[in-house]
């Protein structure tokens, strides 16, 4: 009976191979594959769905028993009775690439191979019911099937029915170690990232409360920090985190507050008060306390999206907003944290870890090496193999366009990939496949030139992974345990490039990044921001950083693809909070009527700012007329400081050539020109020259007053000569 059931088996194995090349059918992991009952069978055109859950131990050794196990769950509608589950897989030849391994693992082909006849299949103990998941098991001593030595081996789980009809299948790899020492193991660096979705607010308060649930519990940076802690010694990890995350986090140490909105009265209105978070201040003392000597490197502020800042002309210099996000960056950093960081002449950082930029998905091209180096923001570039797909090591060196050689690390974009479909939200079957396929696929590359000395791996997750803590713990200890692997810092990848200088794609945009009508947004918030910059008087350094805070978030790679709402609403809210700070210098006119009198040919007028900012600002009144008029201004005057919450006045000299009335505009603008506001506020000149013919009438006056005292002394004086004269004779 064994004999015939092999055959049995073979007979099956085949027509599945043909099968889905007729019916262009393909089964991922944990797939459902059509049950061929017949068609007066009630279940007809139903599926079953298996996963593979866990294989004990992860990879095979000649003395192993392998175990195992999965779920399977009946969908269908209808019970199925009488179902088994095998486990198949071939010792006779490894997967030879890993495009063949991966296409298995995926399901693009199908392939399925008996055990050895002594490996007993798992039958489920009763019939399953519709909507109800049940659990197996299968174990099999690696002997039994005899592989053939170090590689991946296909192994994949199979539900039959009672007739030995293929329901289901799940196909999961297995590496196979024959024992003894590698040759030469494959070193892998890990980048560990700790990057969020930015909530710099203008207003110093947090855009949303999102982070309070990550950085508690099960939280997704909970988690990160945690299992990162935990392994970072054996798995010599590289710490990439965000100061963005640093800043908003410290806020939440104490009372701060949580959304609002730009009002009429006020630039900051219905701000949600907070308490002081517990969770952040733990989170927060734990990063400090346990990675104050590692291996850490920073992105710029709010992980910016690089490549987009390049294409879009911001990255030319040290002060475009890419040099300044990654200066910010390392002082928010350094604040947080309390240790240095920043990029030294020789091209690495004050800190562990080399200064490094890490555009999002690891993709760049020449311009992007460009402006990073023009920006003097880093010398290092971490990206995919995929963008040098020539490379012979994942460190080599570049030409950067401006004389300098920079350094290109390259992370291996198929476990990039891979990675990002790790999911703490997954379903258990799901999460094993990443770290099973993880695990093989490093077998993989080791497998391929097992003999070759110096071959090294970089392992870069996405910067917002969210894995579980299962995910995370096995993906590190793998590293840490295979015997074909051994964990390195990045630190000596990056001293060690080889090769001749490569050189990056000239162009090359990626469909996900934040596209050009953003950044055209983006450009224009700037220029407000620039004008409001020079209304400042003596800004201190909380206002800028605020505001550069606030400028970046918009800026984050955060808001690429499908997440650009996120980013439209932060740039729609600085732009309101820019508006509306222009808005709150304005010139002051006590007259309804706005008119002024000018009582002759010249005089002043006095002009009232008033700054309803809470921070002091420096402004000039410009006063135009038209041109041809009767009526002409004196030079603008020098800039005058308001302070906070104050009136300020400026005396403005007016002349006019002719009696009427003449139409004045006063706009205030800032110490380099810029207009506060489009609008001017237009003023009524009336000269009436009054004040002339007054002094005229004034003068004759006091003349015929003066003559009038005059005579009357006169006639007095005569008057009293008669009298004395009169007097004597």
């Known amino acids: 009976m064994p004999s015939v059931r092999t055959l049995v088996r073979c007979l099956i194995a085949a027509a599945l191979a043909v099968v889905p090349l007729l019916a262009g059918l393909a089964s991922p992991a944990g ?14 055109a139903h599926s079953l769905t298996i996963a593979v859950t866990s294989v004990t131990p992860s990879w095979a050794q000649p003395s192993s028993t ?112 024959p024992g003894g020492k590698p040759a030469q ?31 508690s519990g099960s939280g997704r940076l909970s988690t990160l920090l945690n299992v990162g802690v935990q392994q970072q010694d054996s798995a010599d990890l590289t ?195 990443t770290q099973q396929d993880f695990l093989a696929e490093t077998a993989m590359i080791a497998a391929e030139y097992p003999s070759q000395k110096g071959r090294s791996l970089i392992v870069a997750p996405p910067q917002r992974w969210d894995p579980s803590a299962t995910e995370a713990e096995s993906l590190l200890s793998t590293t840490e ?3 074909w692997l051994k964990p390195t810092s990045l630190s000596d990848l990056a001293s060690a490039p080889t090769g001749d ?5 000239g162009k090359q945009v990626s469909s996900t990044e934040l596209s050009s009508g953003y950044m055209a947004q983006v450009k224009s918030v700037d220029a407000t921001l620039a004008t409001f910059k020079n209304l400042l008087w003596e800004p ?43 808005k709150s210098v304005q010139i002051i006119t006590n007259s309804a009527s706005q008119r002024v009198l000018l009582a002759g040919a010249s005089g002043a007028m006095l002009v009232s700012v008033r700054n309803n900012l809470d921070v002091p600002v420096q402004v000039v009144v410009k006063a135009t007329v038209p041109p041809g008029g009767p009526l002409s201004v004196g030079r603008a005057n020098s800039p005058i400081a308001v302070p906070a919450g104050k009136t300020g006045t400026v005396r403005i000299a007016v002349s006019s050539s002719d009696i009427g009335t003449t139409t004045l505009k006063l706009q205030l603008v800032t110490r380099d020109g810029s207009p506060l506001t489009p609008q001017a ?27 009038t005292v005059v005579a009357r002394r006169v006639r007095q004086w005569l008057n009293d000569t008669r009298a004395g004269s009169g007097g004597t004779g």
């Open 185 to 215: 193991p494959v070193s892998v660096a890990w980048v560990w990232p700790l990057i969020d979705k930015p909530q710099a607010d203008p207003c110093g308060t947090l855009a949303t409360n999102s982070l309070a649930r990550s950085l």
């Open 31 to 44: 797939a459902q594959v059509s049950n061929p009952f017949s068609e007066t069978d009630p279940a007809a």
């Open 540 to 582: 201190g350094n909380h206002t800028l950083q605020t505001l550069e805070e606030a400028v970046a978030a918009t800026q984050s790679s955060a808001w690429r693809g499908s997440a650009r709402a996120g980013g439209e609403a932060a740039l729609s809210r600085l732009s309101a909070y820019l508006s509306g700070a222009l």
């Open 66 to 177: 392998i175990t195992v196990s999965g779920t399977i769950t009946n969908d269908t509608g209808s019970p199925i009775p009488g179902i088994e589950v095998d486990v198949e897989t071939s010792g006779y030849q490894p997967f030879s690439t890993r495009s063949a391994m991966e296409s298995f693992a995926d399901g693009s082909t199908t392939s399925l191979y008996s055990l050895s006849d002594p490996v007993a299949p798992y039958s489920l103990p009763r019939t399953l019911h519709t909507n109800v998941t049940m659990n197996w098991s299968v174990s099999f001593p690696a002997s039994d099937v005899g592989y053939a030595g170090f590689g991946v081996y296909p192994l994949e789980a199979v539900a039959y029915n009672a007739y030995g009809d293929p329901l289901a299948n799940d196909p999961t790899l297995l590496p196979y170690w």
């Open 239 to 433: 710490w990439a985190v965000d100061p963005a995350l640093l800043s908003d986090v410290s806020k939440m140490t104490s009372a701060y507050g949580v959304g609002g909105q730009v009002g009429t009265d006020s630039l900051c209105e219905n701000v949600t008060p907070e308490p002081a978070s517990g969770t952040a201040t733990a989170w927060l003392a734990k990063l400090r306390q346990n990675t104050q000597n590692e291996p850490m490197f920073v992105t710029p502020y709010a992980d910016v999206d690089i490549s987009a800042l390049a294409h879009a002309g911001l990255g030319s210099t040290a002060d475009s907003d890419l040099g300044t996000a990654f200066k910010l960056g390392e002082t928010v950093a350094q604040q947080v944290l309390n240790r240095p960081f920043g990029q030294k002449g020789d091209g690495t950082s004050d800190g562990s870890a080399p200064s490094i930029a890490w555009p999002a998905g690891g993709t760049a091209d020449a311009s992007v090496l460009l402006s990073l180096a023009a920006s003097n923001s880093a010398s290092t570039l971490l990206l995919g193999s995929d963008e040098l797909p020539g490379a012979t090591s994942t460190a080599v060196r570049t030409l950067s366009g401006v004389g300098t050689t920079d350094t290109v690390l390259l992370a291996d974009s198929e476990l990039s990939n891979l990675l990002g479909s790790a999911s703490a939200q997954s379903p258990q079957g799901a999460q094993f496949a």
């Open 501 to 505: 200088p490569q050189t990056l794609p």
């Open 681 to 707: 506020k237009t003023m009524s000149v009336q000269a009436t020259r009054y004040g002339r013919a007054l002094l005229i009438l004034i003068a004759a006056a006091l003349g015929v007053l003066v003559l």
């Open 481 to 483: 345990r295979a015997p």
